[in-house]
């Protein structure tokens, strides 16, 4: 009889689990009350004290839907796996290396019950539950093991597998110890209290893969995950890490062994029309099957592999298209120790010792092809083109041994074996303490409970026959690290090599390390892909995001103009210091040019000798005019004004000059200042020529009173007065708001214009306007006076010069106003040029044509005829 097991205050979801799982149990109507289930025969090996084991032996199942007519059938489990099942050799090699130990519960047996959950949560379940029951069924809450105690339970592989065993397993206070179950979840020790793992949680597995894709600068990654909570859990963890570090997922999606063929053929598709060459695999091996074969069959390859730690890289499970497609795969195992004396035990294994190895026949038949159904070949039922020999149990096993069970790689089967090694050492402590320098035993084999052994293995460190001492921490798991691992398919033959570690630091945190010249890519990739939904911004360019799409795809605009990038994907331009600009490439700040009119350039040169060739002109006009001083040419048109007027437009040439060259403190002051004066005694000049005109013609009776006036005192006068009013307009502009040398920033933004600041526009526009005032006053006079007489025709050049000098200041202002920088200076020189030219040429030009080539007409009877009104200039 089972004797009823203790009864525990469990949560109401859990008791309500435990309820459902026990109705198909209990109403079958017959005569008596009987419990009744699925049997689970595990394979047991009797010893003084149990170590339970679920695990992985068949990578898939079968599950019949209800009929509601008959008994529920059980699942029903297929695919043998040799890599699969080596964890379970691992498990009872590191039993018999205990037993004979003489160090190590010494006069104590360990034993083992071990049974298969092929991939089926309802398996790992029922298997936990009957294990704990020793019953053979799913029985909550009885115990029944009559001779030996149950230590624990190491198992199951997977973390979807491990969640529910962990949940009940927990509530009966039953340790567990998981090699392979990496989900951060199992850490949580409030819902899972007696859960340990020998490996480390997934939480540094997503740091490893966001560090493993930066390596390699992927930052457009898809992601394929198992459809069930624990894939959906990890994968949203990895998928947060990822874009953290700065990548994007591409399509993040789901797939399972149950999928139908249209629903992976959808998965298929996806992949096909993304333009991602790097693919994170989440997910264990066997749901990945169908997929990677259909890729191969619809020509979907050339993508490159990240695997996590859930997928346990193995070839013996995959098909040659799988492969193919897999090749140049790069994944994460956990870092894996030595087993001294694996392989020879692996050596003794024969289908005659099925009652020392369990599962032997199943693995012997996937070994060497062959059926113990008959004596008959026969067809091959995975395989319908192949057919099957009957075993004979003479098949040699050793020279097979490092194709078959991967021996290159002991990851996962290690940590089973590291688990062993862990209660072996609890129960060690649990049963010996210590006296003096020796233990000596204080316990006995009866007194062991499973609660005991839980509270014993949270604080009991434990190594194997080789490693270093591992102890579980507060959450139940060992410290992380990992080995990055590439599939590497050469000739056809699998080959898997290490090409680097992700190891924990000092307070630093953790590192990767990975020789990259050591992986081989697939057919498609003779080096390390790319992968990013967009190219690289070159400096010089900024990245823009595209409207409804992840962050790492953009386009690549050029910085605005006196902006800059200096690096490559830059998110922003950097605008330069106010006295650079940015280069031609817009990746590095220049200095601006520094622009003013000089004398070196074409234009400057140009406009200096144009100056210097007209004032030469004016004064060689001046010299001729003092020469020919006292010729009736030169008494008749007022030589004292002439002689101001001459000056005064040899000051104006010269001034031009000011305005050429770097603008100094001194060179600001006289540009508009002399240039405004001196304009204003040449104007001041030509309006008294003008009225003295008016004076004379209106003068001519000897008994006019305008005859007193026709002396040198009101020239005097209008140009003394003239010029005396700019010059005070000039003091007031030079002592309130003096002009001075400046660098114009923004004018220009590739140069810095270095001008003269005139201070207050004002006094310069007041200036500009008094000599236009001035200019419009002589225009006026001298139009009202082109009709008088030939003696005094020279109204009629005063009128034309006025007219030009008009129209070159009316078109100065626009075009003053148009330019910038050096242009405008060159505007203004030019227009005192033209107008002081047009000033000399039509009132002195004529002049001198009489007095160098026409002598015989500088007479006073010629002055006195109509000689100038037959002039024409």
């Known amino acids: 009889m089972c004797k009823d097991g203790v009864l525990r205050q469990v949560p109401m979801m859990t008791r309500l689990l435990l309820f459902l799982l026990s109705l198909p149990l209990t109403m079958e109507q017959v005569p008596s009350c009987r419990l009744r289930g699925w049997e689970m025969d595990p394979f047991t090996q009797p010893g003084d004290v149990l170590i339970a084991g679920l695990f992985l032996v068949y990578s898939g199942y079968d599950f019949s839907t209800p009929s509601f007519h008959d008994w529920p059938q059980p699942v029903s489990c297929k695919g043998f796996h040799i890599r699969y099942y080596r964890d379970v050799l691992g498990l009872i090699f590191a039993i018999n290396e205990i037993n004979n130990s003489p160090d190590l519960l010494p006069n104590i047996t360990l034993g083992y019950s071990l049974l298969h959950s092929c991939m089926s949560e309802l398996r790992a379940i029922g298997g936990s539950l009957s294990m704990m029951s020793g019953a053979g069924s799913p029985i909550p809450r009885y115990d029944c093991h009559k001779t030996s105690a149950i230590a624990g339970i190491i198992g199951d592989m997977t973390s979807s597998l491990s969640l529910p065993t962990a949940q009940i397993l927990g509530v009966h206070s039953y340790p567990q110890i998981s090699h392979g179950a990496s989900t951060a979840v199992l850490s949580n020790k409030v819902n899972f209290p007696s859960f340990f793992r020998t490996v480390a949680s997934n939480i540094f597995q997503n740091l490893a893969l966001s560090q493993l894709i930066g390596q390699f600068g992927w930052t ?68 990945m099957k169908s997929l990677l074969d259909t890729m191969y069959d619809e020509g979907v390859t050339g993508k490159i592999f990240i695997s996590s730690v859930s997928f346990t890289i193995t070839p013996g499970l995959f098909s040659k298209k799988a492969w193919k497609v897999l090749n140049g795969t790069i994944g994460l195992m956990p870092i894996t120790g030595q087993m001294p004396g694996f392989e020879t035990f692996l050596q003794n294994l024969h289908p005659s010792l099925y009652r020392t190895y369990p599962f032997i026949k199943p693995f012997w038949e996937t070994a060497f092809n062959c059926t113990w159904t008959n004596r008959e070949i026969i067809q091959d039922t995975r395989d319908p083109g192949t057919q099957r020999a009957p075993c004979t149990q003479a098949e040699d096993l050793k020279e097979m041994i490092p194709s078959l069970f991967e021996t290159y790689d002991l990851s996962y089967t290690y940590h089973a074996y590291l688990a062993v090694y862990a209660y072996a050492h609890t129960l060690h402590n649990l049963l010996q303490c210590p006296s003096g320098r020796n233990y000596q035993p204080c316990g006995n084999v009866s007194s062991i409970r499973p609660w005991k052994v839980l509270t014993f293995l949270k604080k009991t460190p434990f190594h194997a026959q080789s490693g270093d001492t591992i102890t579980f921490d507060a959450n139940g798991d060992i410290s992380a690290s990992y080995d990055i691992v590439t599939i590497q398919i050469l000739s056809g033959q699998f080959k898997l090599v290490t090409v680097g570690s992700f190891l924990p630091m000092d307070a630093s945190g953790y590192k990767i390390l990975i020789n990259s010249s050591q992986i081989l890519w697939n057919d498609k990739f003779s080096q390390a892909p790319e992968s990013v939904c967009s190219t690289s911004c070159i400096p010089g360019s900024r990245r823009v995001p595209r409207i409804g799409q992840p962050l790492c795809c953009f386009d690549c605009v050029p910085c605005s103009a006196g902006e800059i990038s200096n690096s490559t994907d830059a998110v922003g331009c950097l605008k330069c210091p106010q006295d650079q600009w940015s280069n031609e490439e817009q990746n590095g700040c220049v200095p601006k040019i520094i622009e003013f009119l000089t004398y ?46 001459l000056v005064s437009l040899i000051l104006c040439f010269l001034c031009c000059l000011v305005f050429i060259g770097q603008p100094t403190k001194m060179t600001c002051l006289l540009r508009q200042t002399f240039f405004s004066v001196v304009f204003s005694l040449c104007i001041s000049s030509v309006l008294a020529k003008t009225i003295m005109v008016i004076f004379a013609f209106k003068a001519t009776s000897l008994n006019s009173p305008l005859r007193k006036w026709l002396g040198p005192t009101i020239p005097r006068y209008i140009v003394g007065l003239c010029s005396g009013l700019q010059i005070v307009i000039c003091s007031v502009w030079l002592s309130k708001s003096p002009p001075f040398p400046a660098l114009n920033f923004q004018l220009e933004n590739h140069k810095i214009i270095f001008e003269c600041n005139e201070g207050h526009k004002l006094f310069f526009y007041t200036t500009l306007g008094f000599m236009g005032f001035l200019a419009m006053i002589s225009f006026f006079v001298a139009f009202l006076a082109r009709n008088l007489p030939g003696t005094y025709n020279e109204a009629k050049l005063i009128t034309f010069s006025m007219l030009v000098f008009c129209c070159v200041w009316i078109s100065f202002i626009p075009a003053y106003l148009s330019t910038s920088g050096k242009y405008t200076v060159a505007v203004q020189v030019f227009a005192i040029l033209a107008s002081s030219t047009g000033l000399l040429s039509c009132i002195f030009l004529p002049k001198c044509y009489i007095l160098l080539l026409r002598p015989d007409m500088n007479r006073r009877e010629c002055v006195g005829s109509n000689t100038f009104g037959h002039l024409r200039l």
């Open 600 to 645: 070196q350039e074409p234009l400057g040169r140009f406009l200096m000798s144009t100056a210097s060739m007209f004032s030469f002109l004016a004064l060689s006009i001046l010299l001729t005019f003092i020469r020919f001083k006292d010729t009736p040419v030169i008494k008749a048109t007022n030589r004292e004004l002439s002689y101001i007027l």
């Open 220 to 287: 457009w990654v898809g992601m394929l995950i198992v459809d069930n909570d624990v894939g959906e859990q990890g994968g949203r963890v990895i998928r947060a890490e990822i874009e953290k570090s700065g990548s994007c997922v591409a399509f993040y999606e789901k797939i399972h062994l149950s999928y139908s063929k249209r629903q992976v053929l959808r998965v298929v598709d996806v992949i096909r029309e993304s333009s991602v060459n790097i693919i994170i695999l989440h997910s264990t091996e066997a749901h």
